[in-house]
């Protein structure tokens, strides 16, 4: 029980310090830009293979659904509530604390064994404003980015079932999808992603930091990093959903 409130202490302090990062030189903009590519265009290609998919798969669930009732004109209008707010960034987070969240943990946790940490600190460097700050900017910028294009590949994906297998109106389609584009759908589109990126970074690189145990450790991080955000991705979509219906009811 105490090793626990330890790491909890240890991760609002690495929070707090990687935050504080964003107001203090030196700023590490090749950092930056180097985390931004290794978790955008390295991640955009899966992003988009496995949204397309999922808002196909979607789109047949809600089709076998309403095609009965007479309620195909509400198909587009469901598909792109459900995308938008649910489905592409609960999608991409997953996505994200897999394909980037782990490779963070893991390069941090070795970078632990190798004592490059104590090297850093050896020569005045912050390693939390080195190697945290960057990754925590390039997930709140990257993954919200990321999320945008899934809802565009969820909703042609849909679209392409919808009008070619079941033979729906395209238009009808994108008409009911430009209708729900208020400003209710465009808070849950932002909101979500940006928190989840930001707890996606702070954990990967908390357990990356305090990891120990050679090569096991290095694999006990990558899988201890991506169980822990995804509950933790789970948790705070529930939060924000409860909290945007209430003041959004």
């Not at 400003?183 to 849950?188: A, E, G, H, L, W």
Request: hydrophobic share 50%; proline share 3%; with cysteine.
């Amino acid at each position: 029980m105490k090793q626990f409130f330890l790491s909890v202490r240890n991760y609002y302090r690495l929070c707090f310090w990687g935050l504080l990062g964003f107001f203090r030189r030196p700023f590490y903009g090749r950092d930056i830009i180097e985390q931004m590519n290794y978790a955008g265009p390295d991640t955009l290609l899966i992003a988009l293979i496995t949204t397309f998919i999922v808002g196909m798969a979607l789109s047949i669930q809600v089709l076998n659904q309403f095609e009965g009732l007479g309620l195909e004109s509400e198909v587009g209008r469901v598909i792109g509530v459900s995308i938008i707010r649910e489905i592409s960034p609960i999608t991409l987070a997953l996505v994200f604390a897999g394909r980037v969240g782990s490779g963070i943990s893991a390069e941090l946790a070795g970078m632990v064994q190798r004592q490059q940490i104590d090297t850093l600190q050896a020569f005045g460097v912050n390693p939390i404003q080195k190697l945290v700050t960057p990754r925590i900017i390039s997930a709140i910028i990257m993954l919200p980015a990321l999320t945008f294009l899934g809802d565009i590949s969820e909703i042609i994906g849909g679209n392409l079932i919808t009008t070619y297998q079941y033979h729906t109106d395209s238009a009808l389609y994108w008409s009911s999808i430009r209708s729900i584009l208020d400003q209710k759908n465009t808070v849950f589109g932002v909101v979500k992603p940006f928190a989840f990126g930001y707890i996606i970074a702070t954990v990967s690189c908390h357990i990356g930091l305090s990891s120990q145990g050679g090569s096991l450790g290095l694999k006990n991080a990558a899988t201890k990093s991506y169980v822990l955000s995804t509950v933790l991705v789970m948790i705070t979509d529930f939060l924000i959903t409860k909290v945007v219906w209430m003041f959004f009811p």
